[in-house]
């Protein structure tokens, strides 16, 4: 079939879509499941469909949340890394990026480019930008902000690329959160907790059965933190946040929940340290006096006018129907909006922008550094998306199949208002800066935009055969997205020259006019094969072959032109998978051991080498991943992992400042672990070791700054004691030895994010 008349199919099948999403709403299901309850389990042939159980004792999650995974982790031929809420409710981990610290080799190791600070959860997993591929049930969640987990039962790392299961996504992976929702239990739950530098934060979780109201249930989870960043002067998350479930029929054959969420965070954001005299810095002209003397981590560079304001909404109505044992229909319906008002005094550490004392240039009280790259954010992400899914276990002959169909409709949009400054920000000294220096500077919309939204079509399949008597499990999958993305800017003409250059033409100076009316619309193919090899029944050996592609616009709704990957006329950034591995449930399936070897490599990028096959690029990412999580005994759990990766471009420029062929900002060696044991007498102990290997930043113009950071390892630990079956005290060590590091850096190197330093944290938690 021509992708023209596969188009016009597409286009066709719309309204019928639509119909069966509205029979959906009627009679059917919900893709993210029931987290502490399982459900239901209908059998068919020797296969059972089971519900996603989240670990009640242990950290071992044996289900992913999505029925588009038909079988247990151990028989899905891909590396899926599950962390549920025990673990990271023992570590005290409260964001998405503290708890994504339990994935080795994953993590927010990237600072921004030269003049803008990156903010929210910029993550990099396997050499590659991942932060717009991260999801909540399955669907996408919008928006450069930093997610709290308090409505979060688990977090699932799914590692290879996801183009089948989500369409659009980073060449390397994706990440989802699984929410909390409604079950028929009475409980409640929570933490209060205080810690130094400020920290101070309350959660509670009520579930409360409805009597007037037979098999039904409320759910609400609520937050309250105001809290210092540990190490940091000045900066500051303050949140509230409420999450409301309510479930109906949920001893039924027909379910719904009806799930909203609102978050609002009012937070003073970081714009990070200078790297002046860090190992690999050199001083640029006039700056020679301060090799050796670095400034201290704490310090704060901004003023009181920075600012990080979010206000978050979601609502989505999940609707399960049970035709019968082995066939289940879901249909999963989310509106959301994410509003983001920001402001970041950025700053480049260079000779030009320091100055000191010319009489007396060892005098460092002198130096100041100019405040002039104010980073300005002013956003809002809608997304409108019904998902519909159609599970069956089924059997022909002797071959059974695990079947899971389904459409998606997704409209996306994002606005980014443009602003006008007018005044400045006083210079800030060097290593004492003050931030009630504000000067003058103000800023404000002055009527332009960029505004970008990208609309979804999609159909998938994907089945599991069991053949042989389950000795081999063929897993495939298939998914077809018809996209189209609109970009359209304008912005005020001034007629000059450079970065912030906008002609205007015939129009009078200090005129809006059209910077960009773009549109990009294909069909994207994607698919993944796997087979898996059962020779004992606790072991599975794998091989997973699978590609994913991310098209002009894909990653943040914006198009241009010229030798960019947001060109419209370009094609997609494609990836493509092998991975080969090895699962184990060991001791009678309390413990499993994962190992796997895979190599990605991503074709299509931009090759400025070559202008005349521009897109002849190519990268190469071929690793190690090892891992350990469950229970060694019932009181001993632990949750273990390793990761070696080798990164290459292995077409095009070197992207890496230290003239290595490496991929920048990827570890090549990373681990992670966290273990608990719990003694009869209600004492628990557990702590955990961070590896993080050196990293490569970014290639630019930047002089005489670091070329890579440096590898660290970090201790934490935990200590806790059950005063009641009902209430625990817990104490939280962070870096226990107070190891100095650098977390993070930006593509000039010029600033960096100090690790965070030895911190504790007092917590109650209490359960009902």
Known sequence: MSILRLRETMSAAAPAYLALSCFGFAASPAAAQESEQQTKQPVLGGVTVIDTAIAEDGYKVDRPSSPKFTQPLRDTPQTIQIIDKQLFTEQGATTLSEVLRNSPGVGTFYAGENGNTTSGDSVRMRGFDTSSSIFVDGIRDLGAISRDVFNTDAVEVAKGPAGTDNGRTSPTGAINMVSKRASLESALSGALSVGTDGQRRVTADVNQTLGALSSSALRLNLLWQDSDVAGRDHVENQRVGLAASLGLGLDSSTRAWLNLL???????????????????????AGLEPLAGHPVDSKN?????????????????????HDFSDSVRLTNVAR?????QDYLLTAFMSTGANISGDPANPDDLSAYRMTRGNPTIRDSRNRILTNQLNLRA??????????LSIGAEITGEKQILYSHSAAGTLPPANLYSPDWNDTGDYTHSRNGAAARGKTNTLAFYAFDTAKLF???????????????????FSNAVCNNGTGRGAVPCGTAPLGSIVTTADLESKDTLFSWKLGAVLKPAEPVSLYVNYAISQQPPGGEAFTLATGDNANNPDFAPQKAKTIEAGLKWDLLDGALAFNAALFQTRVLNEINAADPSDIQSGSKRVRGLELSLVGNITDAWSISAGYAHQKTKVTNGNPVA???????????????SSWTSYRTP???????????????????????GTPPRTEGYTVVDAMLGYAITDNIMLRANAYNLFDKDYVAAINKSGYRYVPGQPQTFLLSADFRF
């Not at 704060?300 to 399960?320: N, P, S």
């Open 262 to 284: 609102y978050v609002d965070q009012d937070n003073i954001p970081d714009g990070y340290v200078p790297t002046i005299a860090l190992p690999g810095w050199q001083p640029q």
């Open 300 to 320: 704060f560079y901004g003023t009181r006018k920075d600012h990080d304001d979010v206000t978050a909404q979601m609502a989505t109505l999940i609707i399960e």
């Open 335 to 339: 509106a959301g909006e994410t509003r």
């Open 393 to 402: 276990d089924f059997a022909t002959g002797a071959v059974e199949h695990n």
């Open 469 to 487: 008597s389950g000795l081999l499990l063929v897993t495939g999958g298939v998914r077809i997205d018809h996209y189209k993305t609109s970009f």
């Open 657 to 671: 400042v230290d003239g290595t062929s490496g991929l920048t900002y990827a570890p090549d060696d990373s681990f």
């Open 681 to 703: 007498f209600g004492l628990e102990v557990a702590g955990g070791v961070r590896y993080t290997s050196g990293m490569r930043r970014g290639t630019d113009g930047a002089v």
